[in-house]
């Protein structure tokens, strides 16, 4: 990130300029709450599984929430976890998935609900797909997580028809 570099206290010039700066610090980066941009995140492989995992935070913002489908066969959860490190040292990859405003963050959390809980992988997968139906991600985002990673496809799914998945609705 490009830093402002110091700010000057009052009546100190800077040199650069040859002005007088008034104005409190400003924030090292300004969060923008008017958007929320989605990420795809790869961790680190554990017991030779690699977990994936949809990240939403406002642009600027260090913290966020991670929608994942978390657990082993036979015993998922969804996992919704607010206010998590973006920059995770569990992470070992970060994908831009695209930005959307913050009015329709709600339709991430609902969406998240519908989708059979199934592998990590395809359950991302499958909320790119909910969110590229609803025009919130670019067609094409799904086909390329779906079709350019190998996928376990031991537990499948699909992503789920257009009510709250049965799962779900169980254990509510």
Not at 91 to 102: D, M, R
Not at 157 to 164: A, L, N, S, W
Request: aromatic content about 10%; proline content about 5%.
């Amino acid at each position: 990130m490009p830093s402002r570099g110091p700010t000057m206290p009052r009546g100190q010039t800077d040199h650069h300029h040859h002005h007088c700066h008034s104005t409190a610090r400003e924030p090292r980066e300004r969060i923008d709450y008017d958007h929320c941009e989605l990420y795809v995140q790869i961790c680190y492989p554990q017991n030779d599984a690699v977990h994936w995992l949809i990240f939403m935070k406002y642009p600027g913002a260090e913290h966020g929430t991670r929608f994942h489908s978390t657990g082993w066969m036979g015993n998922r959860e969804l996992s919704i976890e607010t206010n998590k490190r973006f920059d995770s040292q569990a992470v070992e990859s970060t994908q831009y998935l695209g930005t959307i405003h913050e009015t329709d963050s709600y339709q991430v959390h609902r969406e998240s609900e519908k989708i059979p809980l199934q592998s990590c992988q395809l359950w991302a997968c499958y909320l790119i797909l909910r969110l590229e139906r609803k025009r919130l991600l670019k067609k094409g985002t799904y086909d390329h997580y779906m079709n350019c990673y190998e996928h376990s496809m031991g537990e499948h799914y699909g992503p789920g028809d257009g009510v709250e998945c049965r799962i779900h609705l169980r254990r509510g």
